[in-house]
């Protein structure tokens, strides 16, 4: 089973801030099956990022996924007030095919 | 747009079952997989399963035994049962559909209570 790893646990930034988070795999994997989502308090996660790297469409341009083999990162160019929210990286394969990182929280400093 | 939403009952009593349906409105439910995914409060999110609209299906090993899920493409519904459920069962269900290898739309998900 491939294990997501995701740090920091909270990331406390100020508006404005850029913010890179983190997640590693327990192995190697294809960029190709690596997601991130967002999720804000009530409501269900919402895809930002697929194949590592490529936005989703509508997604703000200062969304972006990087990272290869083990690790990968999503990097927030400049907060906005509605960016601080619950992140989650997701793999897709393996004897569990759907696994979730533990989430990242984004929360104003 | 598509979208999905999961309905059904809000209180399930322990060692009974589970059962909730997802709707899926504005598109055919035809030529997609579609996901079942939990998240106890405060916690992360637990990958239950998957259906195929030809019928097959795939589930987490941890959840296997007690899961099944059925779909009816006349309804544009698919289904969750989960068996001999307990308080860990205690979670916000989502029905998402699967995109190549990430999920897409989300429902806004249904809570479900294990509670006597």
């Known amino acids: 089973e491939i294990v997501l790893t995701q740090s920091p646990g909270t990331l406390s930034l100020s508006p404005g801030e850029r913010a890179t988070l983190s997640c590693r795999a327990s192995q190697t994997i294809s960029s190709s099956n690596l997601a991130w989502y967002q999720q804000k308090p009530g409501q269900a996660p919402r895809v930002l990022i697929y194949g590592a790297t490529s936005r989703v469409t509508g997604i703000p341009d200062r969304f972006s996924g990087s990272g290869s083999g083990t690790d990968f990162s999503l990097t927030i160019s400049r907060l906005e007030p509605e960016d601080f929210a619950v992140y989650y990286c997701?793999?897709?394969?393996?004897?569990?095919?759907?696994?979730f990182g533990p989430g990242t929280k984004v929360d104003v400093k | 747009q598509v979208q999905v939403q999961a309905s059904g009952p809000g209180l399930v009593k322990p060692s009974e079952t589970l059962s909730l349906t997802c709707t899926v409105s504005?598109?055919?439910?035809?030529?997609?997989?579609y996901s079942w995914v939990r998240q106890p409060a405060g916690k992360g999110l637990e990958w239950i399963g998957r259906?195929?609209?030809?019928?097959?299906?795939d589930y987490n090993p941890s959840l296997k035994s007690r899961v099944t899920m059925s779909i009816d493409t006349s309804k544009n519904q698919f289904s969750l049962k989960m068996t001999s459920v307990t308080a860990a069962d205690t979670a916000v269900y989502y029905c998402?559909?699967?995109?190549?290898?990430?999920?897409?739309?989300w429902g806004q998900g249904t809570l479900v209570t294990v509670s006597s």
């Open positions: 998402a559909r699967e995109l190549t290898s990430w999920f897409d739309p």
């Open positions: 259906m195929y609209t030809g019928g097959n299906t």
């Open positions: 504005r598109g055919s439910i035809s030529t997609y997989y």
């Open positions: 997701q793999h897709y394969g393996g004897s569990v095919l759907f696994t």
